[in-house]
């Protein structure tokens, strides 16, 4: 019965069965012919029989025949064959020859074969003879004997003597092999040791099959790939490190530390960044961010960004619109990019971090006792998304404090939740003692970072010196509280001056500190509104003056006309003093301060 026509109608096995059961019907069967086309029965799917397969011309030849030497004795792979528990030599092929020399059949490989002792492979062969299992050990480096392969090249026709302990084998004549183009060479060659059974069917010893594949192409291939990556990583990992800070500026107040550690092995880096920028005035920036995804892309989009910030930060705005700048700006880098950051900003007459947060993790704070706080919301939304309002959050770092700010990859594992890191995070900072980069180093080592780790890490460290002593001498504040009117300016002068001289500046530098506090205040009377306030900071290297009013009309440098009385009080002040700005203040008004670099060893 023919079920070609309805196979395709029969589901899985049915089908199967019926195919074979039609192939065994016509097998028993002689050929019928064909039914005429009028006759047949309409298939459900055309499907043309298969041609049957020729018969063979004769029986198929098996293996039986083929010798030992046949079988191994062309194979380009080195091959021995030992017997016994002292591994006693029973063949060598011609290409172990070659790269060996000869080797006396019956001998015993401590003995006769030194090169498999150097690979230590004696024990594995034991190993083998025990268990019944092949075992293979993988790109051991071996050196040719030139000198025994040149020999067994001239006199290919000896043939070293067996030995009478040698069982009765197909051990073939052994000769080395002399063409230069086929001939073994130095490398690498990966060894299996599989176990047989050696001699006669009447006295077969167990013995070992030492079989040594050349690989050398290919490790060195991959070392070669491995240098190609490494250069290229370093080559990444260079760019990455030249858009970070080369040298962080060291505040007055502060001191701070930082610590870049590239994520894996592989090229592609990550977008981790941070920033310590002086505002003046005392003000410190400090900035910590992380673009998402890795790769030179990432280092880009994070490098612009970094120099944006730093723009930015110029012109002394509040942080969360230095956020929202930021946040249009990493749109038009790249919509497919986001970016989480932190812009903090530290007044030491304030004695707190004014902070924005983008999308990132939360600013760690330490007290003078050891307690550790996160910095609350506001958390916006990372940058590069939109269309949010960012607002600024503050919390205190008085004298004696220290505060870390983190990326993502010190405190994420895959197998943990985040909240863990970042209170892992937190135990680990409370005990962490030290200047700022022993910090860094601790809580690296802490939270276990190595070479190894898969993300990019970098920690931000700040302390706010507690000072004592003669370093106590060298940090002084005083302020007056102007209420405005005539007498305003005479009393700026003679209180500056008078402070001046208890800080024991010298009287080039104090007469030049009366003048610009004298200026700030005229023009803080002459273009502001009460209430006024005149501020004097000195540290250990500079001497701040800063006048602050409740209007927040920001002041400009300007050339004045000769016939003018007035606009000349900034362009005296941009001329004496070191450095100049303005800011506006949280409460609506304005700040105007100037900066005098100290003679060095005053104090």
């Known amino acids: 019965m023919n079920f070609t026509r309805w196979s395709a109608r029969l589901p899985g096995t049915q089908r199967r069965a019926a195919a074979r059961a039609d192939r065994k019907d016509r097998t028993a069967a002689p050929a019928q012919p064909a039914p005429a086309a009028g006759g047949s029965v309409p298939a459900a799917r055309a499907e043309a029989a298969p041609a049957p397969a020729p018969a063979p011309d004769g029986p198929v030849p098996t293996l039986d025949g083929l010798s030992v030497h046949d079988t191994l004795g062309k194979v380009p792979a080195l091959v021995a064959v030992v017997y016994g528990p002292e ?48 075992r293979t050990v993988k790109s051991r480096r071996i050196t040719a004997d030139v000198n025994a392969a040149m020999n067994l090249a001239a006199a290919p026709g000896t043939t070293p003597a067996a030995s009478d302990t040698t069982p009765a084998a197909d051990v073939p004549h052994q000769s080395a092999a002399t063409d230069p183009d086929t001939r073994p060479r130095s490398g690498y060659y990966t060894f299996t040791c599989s176990p047989i059974a050696v001699g006669a069917t ?36 260079t760019l990455q490190r030249s858009l970070l800070p080369q040298e962080l500026e060291q505040p007055d107040d502060l001191r701070v530390a930082a610590t870049y550690q590239p994520g894996g092995k592989d090229t592609a880096v990550g977008g981790d960044w941070y920033d310590v920028i002086t505002l003046g005035a005392g003000r410190t920036a400090l900035v910590i961010g992380d673009v998402m995804g890795r790769g030179v892309r990432a280092a880009a989009v994070m490098g612009q960004l970094r120099t944006a910030v730093r723009a930015y930060a110029r012109l002394d705005l509040p942080p969360h619109e230095v956020l929202q700048l930021l946040d249009g700006l990493a749109s038009e880098i790249d919509a497919t990019q986001i970016a989480t950051c932190i ?16 999308g990132h993790l939360p ?14 919301e506001p958390t916006g939304p990372p940058l590069g998304t939109g269309g949010w309002m960012h607002t ?70 700040l302390q706010h010196p507690a000072r004592t002593g003669h370093d106590a001498e060298l940090f002084h504040n005083a302020a007056l509280e102007l209420l405005g009117g005539i007498e305003a300016a005479p009393r700026a002068r003679a209180f500056a001056s008078g402070v001046l001289v208890s800080w024991r500046f010298p009287t080039e530098l104090r007469d030049l500190g009366v003048l610009a506090a004298s200026e700030l205040v005229a023009n803080s009377l002459q273009h502001g509104t009460p209430p006024m306030r005149l501020r004097l900071r000195r540290t250990d290297r500079r001497l701040i003056i800063e006048v602050t009013d409740g209007d927040d009309h920001l002041p400009r440098r300007r050339r004045a006309e000769p016939a003018d009385e007035a606009g000349r009080g900034i362009s005296i002040i941009a001329t004496i003093a070191s450095s100049w700005g303005s800011r506006r203040t949280p409460g609506g008004g304005k700040a105007v301060w100037c900066e005098f670099a100290l003679p060095a060893g005053h104090g």
């Open 202 to 237: 009447e006295a077969k010893q167990p013995g070992v099959l030492v079989f040594a594949a050349d690989v050398t192409d290919q490790i060195e291939a991959a070392e070669r790939l491995r240098a190609s990556e490494r250069r290229q990583r370093e080559a990444a990992v």
């Open 87 to 134: 591994h006693r030599i029973a063949y060598v092929n011609d290409a172990y020859a070659a790269l060996f020399g000869a080797r006396s059949p019956g001998a015993p490989a401590r003995e006769a074969l030194p090169e498999l002792t150097e690979l230590g492979l004696l024990p594995l062969m034991d190993q083998v003879l025990r268990s019944g299992r092949p």
């Open 343 to 358: 812009y903090a900003v530290h007044d030491p007459n304030e004695g707190r971090l004014v902070y924005a947060s983008a």
């Open 363 to 376: 600013i760690l704070v330490r007290d003078p006792d050891g307690t550790v706080r996160r910095a609350a």
């Open 392 to 461: 600024s959050g503050t919390i205190p770092l008085g004298p004696g404090s220290s505060a870390v700010l983190y990326t993502d990859g010190l405190v994420e594992r895959r197998t943990e939740d985040i909240d863990e890191g970042v209170a892992a995070l937190e135990r680990a900072f409370a005990g962490a003692t030290g200047s700022p980069q022993v910090m860094c180093d601790r809580l690296i080592r802490a939270l276990g970072v190595t070479a190894d780790h898969d993300d990019d890490v970098a920690v931000l460290v």
